[in-house]
């Protein structure tokens, strides 16, 4: 059996362990914070399910291990001004940015950037966390602690949202996993569904770009990109090197998950393009509560992460991937009374998205 060590013990770890059972690949989530030091092999692997890691024990071990793959994409990622600048360096569309210096005022970010400004932090911002807005000139000011700490947006008036997940094997080969729509609310993703006909004229645009950046960082493992859809055209809006939670529907809705594709790609398995089966579904559960009921719902596939259930924090999720869209659409039906009331928007935005 061969072992594979992830640095960090969220719910992406758990269930890239999962994924790794039927594969006889031991997956052994490292939580970020332990003090204790780790029985790694050199042969071993090491990847992250995260793109940022505080300096302990447990991360320093990890990160000094020779089997660490892309190591070095996880900094250039972690902080937005060498992510956005790798973007612009491979002329890859995105939103128009600066960074936001010493000396970078409101009045500047707004001559340059147009009326609506969206600072985010450069690094650790996660779930719209990390973002200020300058809502009109003269009106908000860059908080003082953000100098030389965020880069300024362009605000985009997209259509929608949408990303896409790719993997790349060590030969350099890449498949990708068709478009995925995404709803987010105040920052964090609560829906997705996919593959959607009527975006399948992007898909050979979001595959060029995302397979350019891997193959610049010359990346191995699975890799998402958010975008936005500005008519017929995408720009990146970010980049995560690891799998990701709009790509969670590949565990109903694929031959091979997201997570499974990370694995065999670090593992030097064989990866190929995944099958697609139906139209998949995501419900994201966002600090509420374990409802048993949602087991009941037909076709209902829960994923429970087991955490404190706080408010805004990502606690489950629940796929589907039914035999026709009439299906989705009432187990949509039967879940709606089981969720709180900010659902109603979601699911209606869902079902929206259905024949
Ligand atoms: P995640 O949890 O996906 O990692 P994050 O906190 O890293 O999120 P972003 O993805 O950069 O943050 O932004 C969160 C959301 O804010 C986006 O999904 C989008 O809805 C909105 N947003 C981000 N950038 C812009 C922009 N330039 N213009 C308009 N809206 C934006
Ligand atoms: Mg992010
Ligand atoms: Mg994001």
Known sequence: MSRIWVLGAGQLGQMLKHAGMPLDLEVCPVDIESEETFPLQLHEQVTAEREQWPDT?????????????????????????????????LELATAPWRLVEADTTAEGLHQALGE?????????????????WLREPGRDAIPDD??????????????????????RGDDGQC?????????????????????????SHLQAEAEGMLGKLMNDLDYVGVMAM???????HLLINELA??????????????????FEAHL?????????????????????????????????????ELYWYGKEVRPGRKVGHINFCLDSQAETRSALDRLEPLLPANYGPVLDWLRSQLD
């Not at 994409?73 to 902080?79: E, G, Q, S, Y």
């Not at 958010?226 to 017929?232: L, Q, S």
């Open 57 to 89: 024990a447990a991360t320093r071990q990890l990160a000094a291990h020779p089997g660490f793959v892309n190591l070095n994409t996880f900094p250039i990622l972690a902080d937005r001004f060498t992510q956005k600048s790798l973007i612009d360096k």
């Open 226 to 232: 958010e975008c936005f859809r500005v008519g017929d």
């Open 241 to 258: 090197p690891r799998v990701h939670n709009s790509g969670h529907w590949t565990q109903a809705g694929a031959s091979v998950s997201q």
């Open 264 to 300: 065999r790609a670090v593992a030097g398995l064989p990866l190929v393009k995944p099958r697609v089966k139906n139209l998949s579904v995501m419900v994201n559960l966002v600090g509420t509560e374990r409802d048993n009921g949602w087991l009941a719902v037909d076709g209902a």
């Open 175 to 199: 498949h990708f996993y068709p478009l995925t729509l995404n709803l987010h609310v105040n920052g964090i993703l609560l829906g997705s569904v996919s593959p959607l006909a009527r975006l």
């Open 116 to 132: 609506r400004v969206l600072l985010k932090r450069r690094t650790g911002g996660y779930d719209g966390r990390g973002q200020h």
């Open 146 to 167: 953000w100098h030389t700490q965020a880069i300024a947006e362009q605000a985009i008036d997209f259509d929608e949202e949408v990303s896409i997940v790719g993997m």
